[in-house]
């Protein structure tokens, strides 16, 4: 399969509550990066970790990415509400070519 | 930022009639555009990498006479479904990258198109 590998595929939580989700891939990356998809929406970009970093934070978000496991993962803190949407790992390998994850389901109940 | 327009938001059509789907990039140069589909609560697929003034290339099980991609200049990348049917429906959306500025290396999608054959 040319996809990533994410889990949980769903997940709810509380707002307030912090939300976790990993990514896993098995080729070589210059880069990783993060989307959000709301339903039947196109993709809205949210970080991006190069392939020489081990940690980035923006906001609410943080991500980290080990690559002698070929995994990510993104947090997102203090949930709300509006978070509620798909969120996708993206493998950037050469050339721009981007693979995705299978991305994760997350519902933040108010 | 860089923007990526994509046109139309849906198509609906009828089964055997062919749809043409716009992919522009706004206020940048994209030598390189790629198609992707999305099935409902699924990830996105790469179908293709769209290569301005030479043929796309296809990932493994896309049907290249199915999905015509024509690059014709450095905005601009068209995607046809030719004779559409049914199991051609789905969301399509594009995605381009700012490759004149190296160190840019965000991809910047279109909105998405929702096809629907009937």
């Known amino acids: 399969s040319q996809q990533g590998e994410e889990d949980p595929q769903a997940l709810s939580i509380q707002e307030g509550e912090n939300a976790t989700m990993n990514c896993s891939y098995k080729?070589?990356?210059?880069?990783l990066q993060w989307y959000r998809q709301n339903s039947g929406r196109g993709l809205v970009h949210l970080i991006l970790?190069?392939?020489?970093?081990r940690e980035k934070h923006s906001g609410r978000l943080r991500v980290t990415l080990d690559t002698s496991k070929k995994s990510s993962s993104l947090l997102i803190t203090a949930s709300r509400a509006a978070d509620t949407a798909s969120y996708f790992c993206?493998?950037?390998?050469?050339?721009?070519?981007?693979?995705f994850g299978a991305g994760t389901r997350l519902f933040v109940k108010a | 930022g860089a923007v990526v327009s994509q046109h139309p938001s849906w198509v609906i059509c009828k089964s055997g009639t062919s749809v043409k789907i716009e992919c522009r990039s706004l206020d940048f140069q994209a030598t390189t555009m790629f198609w992707y589909r999305q099935f409902p609560k699924q990830s996105l697929m790469l179908m293709a990498t769209?290569?301005?003034?030479?043929?796309?290339?296809?990932e493994q099980g896309v049907e290249k006479d199915k999905f015509l991609i024509n690059h014709a200049s450095l905005t601009l990348s068209t995607l046809t479904v030719t004779s559409a049917h049914p199991e051609d429906s789905s969301f399509y959306i594009c995605?381009?990258?700012?490759?004149?500025?190296?160190?840019?290396?965000?991809?910047?999608f279109g909105s998405g198109t929702q096809l629907s054959v009937l």
């Open positions: 769209s290569n301005e003034g030479s043929k796309a290339t296809y």
């Open positions: 080729t070589s990356i210059n880069n």
């Open positions: 993206a493998m950037i390998t050469g050339g721009f070519k981007t693979i």
């Open positions: 995605s381009a990258s700012d490759q004149t500025h190296s160190t840019n290396e965000k991809l910047f």
């Open positions: 970790i190069r392939s020489n970093e």
